[in-house]
């Protein structure tokens, strides 16, 4: 029944009921969203001890499997040698909180001077433009192999500094590393990409 066909007091009195329904919504949304908050740094400090402690846990598998490394390259083991630095590289990135290859950067556009870790494995095609500085759209692989980072083909962790090039007239397109970038006009975003 619409409120209007209720009689005055009736009526007054719902809408006194609904706007102490109103205010206690709002408060108790306050002490809510208090607890979510104070839940969502309890949760973030135990990712942190939790990553802390893996972190630990393979710095400690490195050093007991760098040894076995040594032993497989003096008896001239190379495939199991190259094996064992692959997987030792593969733990240190554990320890740099390396993020899966996102293949461009495009989705970071707006996180101007943010420094990001990607695990890769090196490519020599894909798009790419620019040098030592590349557009926002390039191949995060293949820029990896152009920048000396990473091998084609090898997997490694690299890190990424988003910077704002706006002020950039061009990108200069080079071959280095077996992998070829292209020249392109000016582009608002770019990155670079080292060895993390």
């Known amino acids: 029944m619409p409120i209007e066909d209720l009689p005055g007091e009736v009526a007054e009195l719902l809408e006194k009921f609904e706007e102490d329904a109103a205010a206690l919504r709002g ?56 094996a064992i630095r692959d997987a030792i590289r593969q733990l240190r990135s554990l320890g740099l909180n390396a993020m899966a290859d996102p293949g461009n950067l495009v989705a970071y556009q707006d996180k101007v001077d943010q420094q990001f870790v990607f695990e890769v494995i090196g490519a020599a095609q894909g798009p790419l433009w620019g040098s030592d500085i590349y557009t926002l759209d390039s191949s995060l692989a293949c820029a990896a192999v152009h920048a ?31 992998a070829n970038s292209y020249p392109w006009g000016p582009y608002p975003i770019g990155f670079r990409v080292s060895k993390a």
Request: without cysteine.
């Open 27 to 82: 408060r108790f949304g306050e002490e809510i969203q208090k607890i979510q908050d104070a839940a969502d740094q309890e949760i973030g400090m135990i990712r942190r001890k939790s990553e802390q402690k893996i972190q630990l846990k393979a710095v400690a598998l490195i050093d007991q499997i760098r040894p076995l490394q040594a032993t497989y390259l003096k008896d001239g083991k190379l495939d199991e040698a190259l």
């Open 148 to 178: 000396g980072a990473v091998a084609v083909g090898q997997n490694g962790a690299v890190r990424v500094v988003i910077q704002d090039t706006s002020a950039m007239s061009n990108f200069e397109g080079t071959q280095r590393h077996g």
